[in-house]
């Protein structure tokens, strides 16, 4: 086949996409029950917080800062390819991070 910019185009996308469809189904799966996980313990929690009378901007300061933690510490690993471990802490980290989002826009604040 001719290299052209639609082929390139292909060639990069199935490059974007391969390692996702590659990976075993152990891993996709381990990987989204952490999102969900991490979405379902933020939500709950903040639900819990939020019918007793805690300030919700210390708890939204400290929900950041935990995730900023979770960041840091993917970052400064000393493995070099990303690990399970590291990759589901990361993928619980987003689910938190969208359930405080969400529940911001609930809020209207």
């Known amino acids: 086949m001719q290299k052209t910019k639609f082929r390139n185009l292909l060639d990069s996308f199935f490059r974007l996409i391969n390692p996702i469809v590659a990976d075993s189904w152990t891993k996709r799966s381990l990987l989204l029950i952490s999102l ?3 979405f379902y313990f933020t939500n709950s929690l903040i639900s819990f917080l939020l019918d007793r009378s805690v300030n919700t901007i210390i708890l939204a300061i400290i ?5 900023e933690l979770a960041i840091r510490s993917t970052l400064f690993s000393k493995y070099s390819k990303l690990s399970l471990i590291i990759l589901s802490i990361n993928n619980f980290r987003i689910g938190a991070t969208y ?11």
């Open 36 to 38: 969900l996980i991490g």
């Open 63 to 67: 929900l950041i800062i935990i995730m």
């Open 99 to 109: 359930a405080l989002i969400l529940e911001a826009f609930k809020l209207g604040s």
